[in-house]
DNA sequence: TTGTACGCGTTATCAG
DNA sequence: CTGATAACGCGTACAA
């Protein structure tokens, strides 16, 4: 359990810690002899560099932080993964803070990584960031920079990485619409969210594109889990007109959403169309399999992952960055069903 | 950018370092007056103390190393939730690390934790820990205490807190044969994995326990993964002879299974019943519904952390510590069909 | 009750 | 090419 210093080594090596150290980081020379001298030591020493008291020397730690709202949903758990694979790839650690979608979490975190050095944060499904201003999150983007997955906010130290989800969702809804469909809900997420607000943008885009009414009862908003997107297809259900698709904001709401639907003996997608968003692995096992939104998440974990380390080394990275999305055609969605 | 060091703060106020430092951390005597003149000093400053050097004083981080096998699964990902939730309650971050299932990157991993002085590592889904001798494992716990979870090492400064996997599996295995399922299925996981084993001799004891004939057919190993269901399931639909039973090892394997069945048009549970493991939260919505083995994953993230933290602060908790485990019966499993 | 000075294990500067 | 030595920022005896 004690562990040996770089000291022990020198003098075991019989030189200098300077020399012991410039062997280990190949910086600056060294002879043959004397290299081989340091390494013997170390292997006899199993010695093994103290990051900690590196960081505090060089004034920079190796560490990302990451917060997540939720690491629960398998869409955050596949971004945590590719931000994980992707740091490794470039010797970074993470230091992994989830939120449960509480806001004063966020805020202790943030302090938290900022207190521990973190070189940079990743930041992803923050609350409320978009609209509302956030005070702590700015504060905290002047000592750490900060990158945003999925949010933007126009701020000095502050820079995101996200999806276009405005346009995912209207060639979804676009889809949609020439599946036959008029009556189209979508069940949106919280609120003062950006992805919500952007896809809801795009749901509403589409269907005034092709002059289709949008009422009150065209938009309902939930919470993003399962059990929103059950109770509000429920909440559908007891309606008079029904509509012949379901829109939700992502996946999990769209699985409570068939659920609930199934439950009550409508058939998928015979009586009704169910799309999600995301493409989380299970949307492609749900029966029927669900047609989404694809993100490719890996992209985005890795672009938040470069910026992040583009900042670290000074350099500035655009403040905005924008990736992709694709639609998925699987078994939920069908022609609307002729209604009498 | 620059950030304010208790030195600074410690001038500001008018007082020593060790004062400022007495405040902040409520250690030894301070006056009214001079504590509320450090705090103004600290507001001032914006003065966020530097953990790192903290750690360096200490010799210790208040971080702990996960090291995860496979994040993807949602199994791991709740693991995850429970372990950040609890070692946040308890004032520690944490360092994840994701092998991919790599048992070359569990090494690296191992080491650099090490290296980066974490007070514990919490290490889940290892492969091939169990039996194959890995000399790692051993020479990383005589430095930084490891804790095992679902697997068991015998070993100085190993420590393991494990679900009842196979009580758990021979339960679910019982409740099949009591079904009247009398040519079952099992579905392993990889061989040299701690609960494939475990669940397998559950399995096995149920069966034999009830005078079943267990051939070179009732056990299938796979790899824990939804494709590894779906192709071994694939494999038994060409046997001549159908089991009307398969129990799956986990629950991704599970969907797999029940996703190759339901494309061949073999109705479950009707004609055949599909039972997993891990109660992840989907196997709540497949269609049917998943009959599963649940695990308490929350319970037995939190053990492991409160073990961590048990071992960090010198006291010796048992070695091995064991989870109940109990079933939980959905719609995919139902009464053995009739033969003709 | 408060301040001084040292140690934690590295890296980096600067003579040699 | 190599070796002292001064930071790095904090906690903590020890002294006052």
Redesign the interface.
Known sequence: ?V?ATITDVAKRAGVGVATVSRVLNDSGYASEKTRKKVMEAVEYCDY??????K??AQKS?S?IG?VISD??N?FY??L??AI??TC?EHKY??????T?ESKEKEREYL??L????VNAIILAGGRGIGESYNNHLLEAA??TPIILVNESVNAEGIFCVCCDKEKGAFQMTEYLIGLGHRNIVHVAGYPNFKPTQERLAGFLSAMHKHGLPVGTDNVIYSDYH?SGGYATACDILSRDVLPTAIFASNDLMA??VM?AL?ENGIVIPDKMTVVGSDNI??SE???PSLTTIDHDVALLGEHSVRMAIALINGEIPHRHEMIDTKIIIRKSSGKAKVTA
Chains 1, 2 share one sequence.
Request: proline share 4%.
């Open positions: 359990m562990r093994e560099p103290n990051l900690i008291a960081s505090l730690t560490l990451v690491i629960l398998p758990a596949k945590i993964h994980q694979a490794d650690s993470i230091i992994l803070c989830n449960d302090g938290l900022s207190s521990n050095r002047r000592k399962i699985i409570g659920n199934q692995l299970f096992f749900t029966t």
